[in-house]
C-alpha cells in the first residue's frame, strides 16, 4: 500500500509546475462554476482541497497559499452569484476567512509532509559520511543510463577510484581524519564535474564518477584535471594518499550495469597491482576494446 501511495505521489511530479499549476486553476474554475449551479443547496468547498494539495506538492508552499486565497474567494463569487443570503453581510467574509485559513493550515501540513518526504528520499540516497551518492542509488542511475542509452544511443564513461594508502591515514591519524579525507576528495569530485554528472562512494574507500555523454577524449581531459586537483588538495593538507583510477568510456549500450562497473573496476586493479597513482582508460565497443 505504501508503495502505491509512494508511486501515486511520484506520479505527479512527472510533469511540470507550470502544467499542474493550469490544471489546478482549471479545477477551482470547474467547481466554482458547479457551486454557482447549485445554488445554496450543496457546497463542495472540501473538493477545493485537491487543487491546493496538487499545487502543494507539485510547485511550492507559496504557490499552494495562493491557490487557497483563490479558492476562497472563489466560493465566495459562487455564494454571491448564485444568491445566498445571511443576516448580516459580515458573514460572507467570516466563512471566506474560515475557509480560507482552513485551506492555509492544510497547505502548512502539506509542505511538511512534502518536506519529510525529500528528507528520507534524500538520506535514502546519500552516503552518511560524505554527502556523495550511496552505492544503491547509484546504481539505480546506473541503470537507469544504460536504458536510456538503449533509446537514444550515446557514449558513456564511467571512472572507479580507489585511495591509495588509505588505511595508513587511519592508523597514523585516526578514523575521524580518515571520513574528513573522505568528505574532502567527494567534495572535490563534484566541484569539478558537471551538475548531470555522478559522483558516489561504493563503500570503504572507493568512489565512482559516472560521466554521461561523454567519449574518452573528453573524458581524458576531465579526469585528468580531476586527479590533478585531488592530488594537490591532498598534499595541501599533507595526507599521504594518492589515487588509482581506471576509466571506461561505452560508444553505446553495455550489456548491464554490472559489467560496466566491473570492466572499470579490473582496469582500476591493474593501476593499484602495478604502479598506484595513475590513471588507464579502455574504450569498449563490444567485442572491440582499445585500452590507453
Same mark, same amino acid.
Given at each position: 500500500m505504501e508503495r502505491k501511495i509512494k508511486s501515486f505521489l511520484e506520479a505527479f511530479e512527472d510533469k511540470s509546475p507550470l502544467f499542474w499549476t493550469t490544471v489546478a486553476f482549471a479545477i477551482v474554475g470547474l467547481l466554482g462554476l458547479f457551486d454557482y449551479a447549485t445554488g445554496n443547496e450543496l457546497t463542495l468547498s472540501l473538493f477545493y482541497l485537491f487543487p491546493i494539495f496538487l499545487v502543494t506538492w507539485v510547485v511550492d508552499r507559496k504557490t499552494g497559499l495562493f491557490m487557497s486565497l483563490i479558492s476562497g474567494l472563489t466560493l465566495l463569487g459562487a455564494e454571491i452569484a448564485a444568491g445566498q443570503t445571511y443576516s448580516h453581510p459580515i458573514f460572507y467574509l467570516l466563512n471566506t476567512l474560515v475557509r480560507t485559513l482552513f485551506y492555509v493550515v492544510i497547505v502548512y501540513l502539506v509542505s511538511e509532509l512534502h518536506k519529510s518526504r525529500k528528507e528520507e528520499q534524500e538520506a535514502a540516497r546519500t552516503d552518511y559520511i560524505t554527502g556523495a551518492v550511496n552505492a544503491r542509488? +547509484? !546504481?539505480? *542511475?546506473?541503470?537507469?543510463?544504460?536504458?536510456?542509452?538503449?533509446?537514444?544511443?550515446?557514449?558513456?564513461?564511467? @571512472?572507479?577510484?580507489? @585511495?591509495? !594508502? +588509505?588505511?595508513? @591515514? !587511519?592508523?597514523? +591519524? &585516526?578514523?575521524?581524519? &580518515?571520513?574528513? $579525507?573522505?568528505?574532502?576528495?567527494? =567534495?572535490?569530485? %563534484?566541484?569539478?564535474?558537471?551538475? =548531470?554528472?555522478?559522483?558516489?562512494?561504493?563503500? &570503504?574507500?572507493? +568512489? @565512482?564518477? *559516472?560521466?554521461?555523454?561523454?567519449?574518452?577524449?573528453?573524458?581524458? *581531459?576531465? $579526469?585528468? %584535471?580531476?586527479?590533478?586537483?585531488? *592530488?594537490? =588538495?591532498?598534499m595541501q593538507r599533507n595526507w599521504p594518499v594518492t589515487f588509482s583510477m581506471g576509466a571506461v568510456t561505452c560508444e553505446f549500450s553495455p550489456y548491464s550495469a554490472e559489467q560496466l562497473v566491473n570492466m572499470a573496476d579490473e582496469l582500476m586493479y591493474e593501476v593499484k597491482n602495478s604502479t598506484k597513482n595513475n590513471i588507464r582508460f579502455r574504450t569498449w565497443a563490444g567485442e572491440k576494446s582499445i585500452r590507453y
Open positions: 542509488y +547509484f !546504481n539505480e *542511475l546506473l541503470q537507469m543510463e544504460i536504458s536510456r542509452i538503449r533509446r537514444y544511443p550515446h557514449p558513456i564513461t564511467l @571512472v572507479y577510484i580507489d @585511495v591509495d !594508502n +588509505f588505511k595508513l @591515514v !587511519n592508523d597514523l +591519524f &585516526g578514523h575521524r581524519i &580518515g571520513d574528513e $579525507v573522505l568528505r574532502c576528495i567527494a =567534495t572535490e569530485l %563534484k566541484s569539478q564535474l558537471r551538475s =548531470t554528472d555522478t559522483v558516489a562512494r561504493l563503500g &570503504g574507500d572507493e +568512489f @565512482v564518477m *559516472l560521466l554521461p555523454s561523454t567519449r574518452q577524449q573528453e573524458a581524458r *581531459l576531465v $579526469v585528468s %584535471k580531476v586527479y590533478s586537483s585531488l *592530488l594537490e =588538495t591532498m
